[in-house]
């Protein structure tokens, strides 16, 4: 008997985006922002489901929702997907950072709110996975150029 091979449930195939109209309307509940495609697994769907609506929290706090050990979750994600529970959950929250910075105009604070993350978390955060500043990303994808903020002397 062979055995099965699945291909790998990535964040990039479940995350599909901001909401055609809710980029653009601030006035829209932040959590109905995003949009998935489900794939077909539904222990991977909750599992994006409670990610995107709790965000930055620890695997040991996904497991317990799950009612499981911590190293049965982190296997079975481990088995779906290819990667840690830990590494899903920041792959995935990285490409709706990246949707929002450059799709919306909330501030770095609102987008750490909305990720469940304080303002200086979320710098730290996406400069730990782009190997940039939210600003520097958010300028390339806006205007196609990365701007730098230097302020110069008066000269005296």
Known sequence: MTA???SPVTP???YAGLAGEAA???????SEMWQHNP??????????????????RPVSWYAKQFGVDVQW????IRCMAGM???????GYLCLVACDLLEKTDHSFTEIGKILHMSSSSFTQFFQAYRNMQPYQYRNL????????????GSGR
């Open 141 to 152: 994808k806006q205007q196609g150029r990365s701007r730098r903020y230097h302020f110069r």
């Open 39 to 56: 794939c077909g697994n539904s222990y991977m769907d909750l599992f994006a489901n409670l990610a995107r609506k709790y965000g930055k």
């Open 4 to 6: 099965v091979e699945y």
């Open 84 to 90: 840690s529970a830990h590494d899903w959950i920041n």
């Open 73 to 76: 979750l982190d296997g079975a």
């Open 24 to 30: 653009n309307e601030a006035t829209q509940a932040k």
């Open 12 to 14: 990039e195939m479940i």
